[in-house]
């Protein structure tokens, strides 16, 4: 790229991303998009996401850390490693050059996204037709999940520990659900409400079956009938709903958007798009790292990072002890405690977009732009910041130091005008460690709707970012 002269850097004026890239830029673009188009197309629940990453990852040569702690097998710089929990969440980790207790390097995403759950006991008929009870999960517009093609992703667990995967609606050949929604002519008292109150929560209920079974005296005929096709295709029975988790999920594949394909449209981009930029980073780290690299893939960011595939569980701390335990061969607390507080981090998760057609939500000078880059956000939170984490400036110098060597195409951004909104995400759960942590992601425009705009220069970009960051010698 060309380098700005003398004068030019006294005022900063953000650029367009593709007035700025080489040809072979262009081209690393297209096929980075590519590969993400079908690791999205595969990820639409937390579980499949961790499993593809799994495949990803072993398949680099990455081994399960928990051959290293059977064995007791000491960890040495350049061991590529990682550790599942729950088949949901994931650390994975290259160790580095450097003694653990001077800090890692580390890539936090989630891999969950807003949705929609089925209750546990979800089976019902009415109006002559079988549905299937939900409670939706994470930051939804409800109206916006209506009348849509849905498919079925998830696991049953039977009581023996027999796990029954279930995917329907994907493929062309397979039927696909919906959610119906009341006819114009009709919705008049709908019409009166706001848009939050359109669609009432116990109404996002999933039509699955219309058709009775041939059995005289057979009541809820219907409901039965969809049990059997259930049973006949999986072998469950109606119980087995109590220990299942069953997601709704939009039935469409992530597609290259615009004219000129320079964006992607799909499900769960937030955050999968950072996920998948962060574990790509991961892999391209061809040389050992100075510090120990680490990404952080979890679940439950979409509803506060509880339980214990959230990032409040103490999963990272756990493993961050076992690397210390097989690193050192003498465990120590105090240790443990200096790699935590002497780590940086990249809180990878997205921001919004500025959006032309709601230009209200926006103040445009800190408002991330389409193709202008990776996306930094020193701080989230809400109006008076509240629940952000707020980098320190000393960081945010680093962090510009790391960008602009690598001639990563970046910008800096809030989430919205002052007093309209705000977010959170995991920055602040890591920083009570005494990290330096930053908010660092891709840009979306439609954040939380069943399908997601993406630049793919920006998503290029994040993953360009996070593998500078990887490397970096902090000097």
């Given at each position: 790229?060309?380098?700005?002269?003398?004068?030019?850097?006294i005022?900063?004026?953000?650029?367009?991303?593709?007035?700025?890239?080489?040809?072979?830029?262009?081209a690393?673009?297209?096929?980075?998009?590519?590969?993400?188009?079908n690791?999205?197309?595969?990820?639409?629940?937390?579980?499949?996401?961790?499993?593809?990453?799994?495949?990803?990852?072993?398949?680099?040569?990455?081994?399960?850390?928990?051959?290293?702690e059977?064995?007791k097998?000491?960890?040495?710089p350049?061991?590529?490693?990682?550790?599942?929990?729950?088949?949901?969440?994931?650390?994975?980790?290259i160790?580095?050059?450097q003694p653990?207790?001077?800090?890692m390097?580390?890539?936090?995403?989630?891999?969950?996204?807003?949705?929609?759950d089925?209750?546990?006991?979800?089976?019902?008929?009415?109006?002559e037709?079988a549905?299937?009870?939900?409670h939706?999960?994470?930051?939804?517009?409800?109206?916006?999940?209506?009348?849509?093609?849905?498919?079925?992703?998830?696991?049953?667990?039977?009581?023996?520990?027999?796990?029954?995967?279930i995917?329907?609606?994907?493929?062309p050949d397979?039927?696909?659900?919906?959610?119906?929604?009341?006819?114009?002519?009709?919705?008049?008292?709908?019409?009166?409400?706001?848009?939050?109150?359109?669609?009432?929560?116990?109404?996002?209920d999933?039509?699955?079956?219309?058709?009775?079974?041939k059995?005289?005296?057979?009541?809820?005929?219907?409901?039965?009938?969809?049990?059997?096709?259930l049973?006949?295709?999986?072998?469950?029975?109606?119980?087995?709903?109590?220990?299942?988790?069953i997601?709704i999920?939009?039935a469409?594949?992530?597609?290259?958007?615009?004219?000129?394909?320079?964006?992607?449209?799909g499900?769960?981009?937030?955050d999968?798009v950072?996920a998948?930029?962060?574990?790509?980073?991961?892999l391209?780290?061809?040389?050992i790292p100075?510090?120990?690299?680490?990404?952080?893939?979890?679940?439950?960011?979409?509803?506060?990072?509880?339980?214990?595939?959230?990032?409040?569980?103490?999963?990272?701390?756990?493993?961050?002890?076992?690397?210390?335990?097989?690193?050192?061969r003498?465990?120590?607390?105090?240790?443990?405690?200096?790699?935590?507080?002497?780590?940086?981090?990249?809180?990878?998760?997205?921001?919004?977009?500025?959006d032309?057609l709601?230009?209200?939500?926006?103040e445009k000078?800190?408002?991330?732009?389409?193709?202008?880059?990776?996306?930094?956000?020193?701080?989230?939170?809400?109006?008076g910041?509240?629940?952000?984490?707020d980098?320190n400036?000393?960081?945010?110098?680093?962090?510009?130091?790391?960008?602009?060597?690598?001639?990563?195409v970046?910008?800096t951004?809030?989430?919205?005008?002052?007093?309209?909104?705000?977010?959170?995400t995991?920055?602040y759960?890591?920083?009570r460690?005494?990290?330096?942590?930053?908010?660092?992601?891709?840009?979306?425009?439609?954040?939380?709707?069943?399908?997601?705009?993406?630049?793919?220069l920006?998503?290029?970009?994040?993953y360009a970012?996070?593998?500078?960051?990887?490397?970096?010698?902090?000097?």
């Amino acid at each position: 790229m060309k380098k700005e002269s003398k004068t030019s850097n006294i005022t900063y004026k953000r650029e367009n991303g593709y007035a700025k890239i080489s040809p072979d830029q262009l081209a690393n673009i297209k096929k980075f998009s590519q590969g993400y188009l079908n690791f999205l197309g595969k990820s639409k629940t937390e579980r499949e996401a961790h499993d593809e990453s799994v495949k990803i990852l072993d398949k680099a040569g990455f081994k399960n850390l928990e051959k290293f702690e059977k064995n007791k097998t000491a960890l040495k710089p350049g061991d590529k490693v990682y550790k599942s929990c729950a088949g949901k969440t994931l650390m994975a980790a290259i160790i580095g050059k450097q003694p653990l207790e001077q800090g890692m390097h580390i890539l936090g995403a989630h891999t969950d996204s807003p949705r929609i759950d089925i209750k546990q006991n979800p089976l019902y008929e009415a109006g002559e037709m079988a549905l299937l009870d939900t409670h939706y999960y994470g930051g939804i517009k409800k109206y916006q999940w209506v009348t849509i093609p849905l498919a079925i992703h998830g696991v049953f667990i039977k009581p023996n520990g027999k796990k029954i995967n279930i995917t329907i609606g994907e493929n062309p050949d397979e039927p696909v659900l919906c959610i119906s929604d009341i006819l114009p002519h009709l919705a008049q008292a709908q019409n009166a409400k706001t848009m939050a109150k359109g669609i009432d929560g116990e109404n996002l209920d999933i039509i699955v079956g219309s058709i009775p079974v041939k059995e005289k005296g057979k009541k809820e005929a219907i409901k039965y009938n969809i049990l059997k096709i259930l049973n006949k295709k999986y072998g469950i029975v109606e119980k087995d709903f109590l220990s299942a988790e069953i997601e709704i999920v939009p039935a469409a594949a992530p597609r290259h958007a615009g004219l000129d394909e320079s964006m992607i449209l799909g499900y769960g981009q937030d955050d999968r798009v950072c996920a998948y930029a962060c574990i790509k980073a991961l892999l391209n780290l061809k040389q050992i790292p100075q510090y120990t690299s680490c990404v952080l893939l979890c679940d439950k960011e979409e509803i506060g990072s509880v339980g214990a595939t959230g990032m409040a569980s103490n999963f990272f701390e756990n493993v961050s002890a076992e690397l210390v335990n097989l690193t050192y061969r003498n465990y120590s607390e105090l240790i443990l405690k200096r790699t935590l507080n002497n780590s940086w981090m990249l809180s990878a998760d997205v921001n919004a977009l500025l959006d032309p057609l709601f230009p209200g939500a926006f103040e445009k000078k800190n408002a991330a732009i389409i193709n202008h880059g990776l996306c930094v956000t020193k701080f989230t939170g809400s109006r008076g910041k509240g629940g952000a984490n707020d980098a320190n400036a000393e960081f945010m110098a680093h962090i510009r130091r790391i960008f602009d060597k690598a001639d990563i195409v970046w910008q800096t951004a809030e989430l919205g005008r002052v007093d309209v909104g705000g977010g959170g995400t995991i920055a602040y759960l890591m920083a009570r460690y005494g990290m330096n942590v930053i908010d660092c992601g891709v840009g979306l425009l439609s954040m939380h709707a069943p399908m997601e705009l993406a630049g793919k220069l920006d998503i290029y970009m994040a993953y360009a970012g996070y593998l500078a960051f990887l490397k970096d010698t902090r000097k």
